[in-house]
């Protein structure tokens, strides 16, 4: 009887040492993959590394690379802009831009000359991956940024298969 008293006691302290720790922002244990994207869905406002993270996962070097620090590095040598801040909510534009330079979608004259991200939101929305109604400074949630995404990920592959 003492013993599960114990035992209760000790899982207890365990949960609120690791709600603790998440409220003071350190990483407890690295993420699976589907972990992670099941916390972007059900966030209310995502983040900059919600961006990097799911574009990491759209070109399969989620697993590849350990950290988020490393997932960034990879994500900056295929030439997409990135924010030093990660934790800062992402807007509509950073992802605009960012959709721009990882899926080398065809730029506007003007995001090409000011690489400014009202003009890759203009870009984007053409292409049809946003809608008009919106502007490039919106915050997004999780599962609105993960259906952008996969609008994007759709839209590539109309492109490629119209070019072959």
């Given at each position: 009887?003492?013993l599960g008293f114990f035992?209760?006691?000790?899982f ?6 690791e709600?603790?720790r998440l409220k003071m922002?350190?990483e407890?244990s690295?993420?699976t993959?589907?972990?992670l994207y ?5 966030r209310?406002v995502?983040?900059r ?11 399969l070097e989620?697993?590849k690379?350990g ?8 994500l900056a040598?295929r030439g997409?802009?990135l924010?030093?801040?990660t934790?800062q909510?992402v807007?509509?534009?950073e992802?605009?831009?960012a ?15 000011t ?5 890759a939101?203009r870009d984007i ?10 502007t490039f400074?919106q915050?997004l949630?999780?599962?609105?940024l993960v259906a952008?995404l996969t609008?994007a990920?759709?839209?590539k ?6 070019q072959?």
């Amino acid at each position: 009887m003492r013993l599960g008293f114990f035992l209760l006691f000790v899982f207890f302290l365990e949960v609120m040492a690791e709600e603790s720790r998440l409220k003071m922002g350190v990483e407890t244990s690295a993420k699976t993959e589907m972990e992670l994207y099941r916390e972007i869905l059900n966030r209310e406002v995502a983040t900059r590394q919600d961006l990097y993270d799911l574009l990491a996962m759209q070109f399969l070097e989620f697993e590849k690379e350990g950290g988020p620090q490393k997932r960034n590095k990879a994500l900056a040598a295929r030439g997409i802009t990135l924010e030093e801040d990660t934790a800062q909510p992402v807007s509509r534009g950073e992802v605009a831009r960012a959709l721009l330079e990882a899926y080398d979608f065809e730029k506007g004259w003007l995001f090409w000359l000011t690489r400014w991200e009202f003009y890759a939101m203009r870009d984007i929305q053409q292409l049809g991956i946003m809608e008009d109604k919106y502007t490039f400074h919106q915050k997004l949630t999780g599962r609105q940024l993960v259906a952008i995404l996969t609008k994007a990920q759709e839209a590539k592959e109309r492109q490629d298969k119209w070019q072959k």
